[in-house]
């Protein structure tokens, strides 16, 4: 893909989240079919011109104007056939805004939290938000939540139905907060890991994805109405992974451990943020799990070498997550910790007392593990056998790893 390229698509996946938003709110929800099909439609022509003649300095209000236009065209053909509001043409026939300027920041907030209607199921709400105001493609959202595209498809289309009855230019209640930020900040989470664990494409990172995370929570953290602890935490949370960004890769774009990260490729800005939003989120003394993977990232992150980590704090923050938020997952990386602070023999006990479910014993990240820990305690043989089998269920980048240490452990035999 030519340079060029890159930054049309980096151009089209920015911006297209903002402008469904504002489109959204002048044309109401019950549209968003039109609005999806005139912002596909201006995108394409976007794409097409700006290869000849490049990006333009303002290119969110060239497809906003362009989109709109389309919109429009759209209405004035149903019109013809039915009766219309008016005043969404007459609209059109004024000057269309030169610049969407901070207005698209309220936009945003706005759809994030009508995204999260407490009507609708947790997991639609995610899908919705992904797939509409962070332009994820329906694999893409597959991958990272764990399930089908038709399942995938099936949540977006429910949330859709709904809400077409919602209208993003009402203010919502504060009482009505509460319940909603919950699923904003795991969408925003979610969007961030599929940057920094990214589940397609050619990068182990997607940097973009990364940054719009973070763009979006900084959003929420610096609103007055939505900002909370938990916010803070998880800006602080995503701040402390965002650092290490450089180390995670070597100079092929492949990926690298933690253990052989070079720790002088981290960046101190975002070390600093992310402990700043850290203290201030702790002030109230709540303890939410963005709190705790937020601290769990501080560990790693302010380490001064693999070996000097402090794995015994990390134990207890994974046993004190599990607890705020029990899941399977925790205890393994749980285990991986308590493998460093005592030994590999204790973690491959503590694992072995658990019953974790089918998704997880059968999946790589468990064999992985296992493996890892043979490895450590000298069973060459078990390992080996592990590593094959969890290489032929791991995504190319976690591969590669594997790969690698397999074929040192074939090397030693």
Known sequence: MSEAHQTIGLVLRHEYGRLVAALLREFGTSRISLVEDGLSQAMLEGTVAWRARGVPPNARAWLHRAARHRIVDELRRQRRLSTLDDSLLEAEEGEPQASLGDDVHDDELRALFACAEPSIPLASQIVFALRTLCGFSTREIATRLVTSEENVQKRWERARERLREVDLRLELSEAEWPARSEAVLRMIYVLFTEGYFASSGERVLRLELCREALRLCRLVAEHPRYASPRVLALLALMHLHHARRDARTDDEGAPVLMEDQDRRRYHRADLVLGLRALQAAARDG?????????????????????????????????????????????????????????????????????????????????????????RRMGHRDEAIALYEKAIALAPPFERVILERRLMRERDEA
Not at 302 to 309: L, V, Y
């Open 286 to 374: 709540l303890e939410s799990k963005y709190h705790l993977e937020a601290a769990i990232a501080a560990e790693h992150a302010f380490a001064p070498t693999f070996e000097d980590t402090r794995w015994r704090e990390i134990v207890a923050l994974y046993d004190r997550l599990a607890r705020v938020d029990p899941s399977p997952l925790h205890e393994l990386h749980a285990a991986i910790a308590l493998s460093y602070a005592e030994s590999p023999h204790a973690a491959l006990t503590r694992l072995d007392a658990q019953r974790p479910p089918t998704w997880l014993r059968e999946s790589h990240l468990w064999l992985a593990t296992y493996a890892d820990l043979h």
